[in-house]
């Protein structure tokens, strides 16, 4: 019998993930408009953009502009995505943003060089150096984040010795200076993970930090990311990454079409896991509405299911009604 978690909280990515993929950059003021919507569905944390080379991704090139204008509601935590020094001074000068300084590891070459300019094993190395830096600069480390851990477009299957050997790294450096395990993030960046592997792999991390929390950063690319998030509930993982309406995907990533790359659904993902009995916080409804919001904005059908479907609760209402109108002969 699975042992699902009573809570789950998921991490919002739709507005940076999303964009950056899209040809084009959309006006900020529908951006705005929809980080706003998101704010009031009760989600615990959203990624607002990134701040990254603006010639390499021109969608993200306001982001800075994009924070300030967004109301913040208190309840949530607003992320940005920085992958470098530049990016990280940057990130700390913004106002209102939680600072949450991961640990990322590459696991391919090819990728690494793609997305960060430097190799899996320099990437590694620098870990070190940033722990290092974010506890002198009181920073709190969220999360140490494995990319492509189930495999890679450009470099191919990864196996599962590989991904454990980077968590094995990055525990070695916490427990060394005598600090707690942060959550313990597996990517599955370009869409390879499957239901049996999900399982085999949490598990796996899990032995390695049985007090740490684990989490999945997942994508819908061939179809299996509410299998797969059900075979991570299933292992008690509590932290999961997903984009409203389905949106999402990395640019250099190498997918042969970006409008099947997109992460998990997160009003799909919430739907599931409220019909598991597993509490979320959201508002499904809210979070509905601001995922056709999303779809307005970006023009075309997207992939989100309950969004198009709507939830049962209308449904339910509903029968609720109408069996308390009939009256027994």
Not at 71 to 97: I, M
Not at 125 to 139: I, K, N, P
């Amino acid at each position: 019998m699975s042992d699902f978690p009573k809570k789950v909280e998921f991490h919002e990515e739709g507005v940076r993930e999303g964009f950056q993929i899209e040809p084009v950059t959309y006006p900020r003021a529908q951006r705005v408009a929809l980080l706003d919507a998101l704010s009031e569905t009760g989600l615990a944390q959203i990624q607002v953009g990134s701040l990254v080379n603006p010639r390499k991704v021109p969608q993200m090139a306001d982001t800075l502009e994009l924070f300030a204008e967004i109301k913040k509601n208190p309840k949530v935590r607003y992320t940005l995505l920085w992958l470098n020094e530049s990016g990280y001074q940057k990130s700390r000068a913004v106002q209102g943003a939680f600072n949450h300084a991961p640990l990322m590891y590459y696991l391919t070459d090819a990728f690494a060089m793609r997305n960060n300019n430097r190799t899996a094993a320099d990437m590694r190395a620098e870990q070190e150096v940033w722990l290092d830096r974010y506890l002198a600069d009181g920073a709190m480390v969220q999360k140490v984040y494995v990319m492509t851990a189930w495999g890679c477009n450009l470099g191919g299957p990864v196996s599962l010795e590989t991904v454990t050997d980077a968590f094995k790294h990055a525990i070695g450096l916490f427990r060394a200076r005598k600090l707690p395990i942060p959550p313990l993030y597996l990517a599955d960046t370009m869409g390879w993970a499957s239901p049996e592997e999900v399982k085999r792999r949490v598990g796996a991390v899990r032995e390695l930090a049985p007090e740490a929390r684990i989490g999945l950063h997942l994508h819908d690319t061939r179809g299996l990311g509410g299998a797969n998030v059900y075979a991570a509930l299933s292992m008690g993982v509590t932290l999961f990454d997903a984009s409203v309406a389905g949106l999402g995907g990395c640019p250099f990533a190498g997918h042969k079409a970006r409008q099947t790359s997109g992460n998990i659904c997160t009003e799909d993902m919430v739907f599931l896991c409220h019909e598991l009995g597993i509490e979320t916080g959201i508002d499904l409804e809210k979070l509905i509405e601001a995922s056709r919001m999303a779809e307005d904005i970006i023009g075309r059908p997207l992939m989100g299911r309950v969004m198009h479907s709507g939830s049962l609760k209308a449904f339910r209402e509903g029968k609720a009604a109408d069996s308390a109108c009939v009256s027994v002969p």
